[in-house]
T-cell receptor, first 112, second 113 residues
């Protein structure tokens, strides 16, 4: 069964606008971690933000915030004030003990 | 500080030839190590992970194998490559179970012709 689901293959956002990238996950464990990574065209995987399953507050890192809704099992990434350099693939991931599961990714294009 | 390196960065191999991708981590001990494959325009598929020397868990049965001969060294191999083995291979490490994020290497782009 799919552990991480990203239902948006591609998204467009106007420069300086905010955008939400969706992610839902599936686990029966109580302790897990949720991550977002950015992959520009160069291929490198860049860690953006982390949310622990026991964290009560939503994680924030600069322009990135993670909208964590535990009961819904969703961990959406919000990027505020989009910049042209934000154009990339974005992957949601879940750490479950020793394993990290990734979604299929969302391709974000920022339009000037 | 911790670093991770993998090589080669790019390789083109004929069908049926062997493969060896190497990954090393510096600045930490007893890391969990991972090999992922990313097909063009697709997500990351976990191939192998290791929690210690000689301990390899395989997620996807295929003609690839992995070995961990030293604590911070992880090797991905194949005896005979298939066309379907083409892709972008990423090595990664994490501090341990339920701890920390995943840190990725630069990636190795494999084209099988």
């Amino acid at each position: 069964a799919q552990k991480i689901t990203q239902t948006q293959p591609g998204m467009f956002v106007q420069e300086k606008e905010a955008v939400t990238l969706d992610c839902t996950y599936d686990t029966s464990d109580q302790s897990y971690g949720l991550f977002w990574y950015k992959q520009p065209s160069s291929g490198e995987m860049i860690f953006l933000i982390y949310q622990g399953s026991y964290d009560e507050q939503n994680a924030t890192e600069g322009r990135y915030s993670l909208n964590f809704q535990k009961a819904r099992k969703s961990a959406n990434l919000v990027i505020s004030a989009s910049q042209l350099g934000d154009s990339a693939m974005y992957f949601c991931a879940m750490r479950d003990l020793n394993q990290f599961y990734f979604g299929t990714g969302t391709s974000l294009t920022v339009i000037p | 500080s911790q670093t991770i390196h993998q090589w080669p960065a790019t390789l083109v191999q004929p069908v049926g030839s062997p493969l060896s991708l190497e990954c090393t981590v510096e600045g930490t001990s007893n890391p969990n190590l991972y090999w992922y494959r990313q097909a063009a325009g697709r997500g990351l598929q976990l191939l192998f992970y290791s929690v210690g020397i000689g301990q390899i868990s395989s997620e996807v049965p295929q003609n690839l194998s992995a070995s961990r001969p030293q604590d911070r060294q992880f090797i991905l191999s194949s005896k005979k490559l298939l066309l379907s083995d083409s892709g972008f291979y990423l090595c990664a490490w994490s501090p341990g179970a339920n701890t920390g994020e995943l840190f990725f290497g630069e990636g190795s782009r494999l084209t099988v012709l």
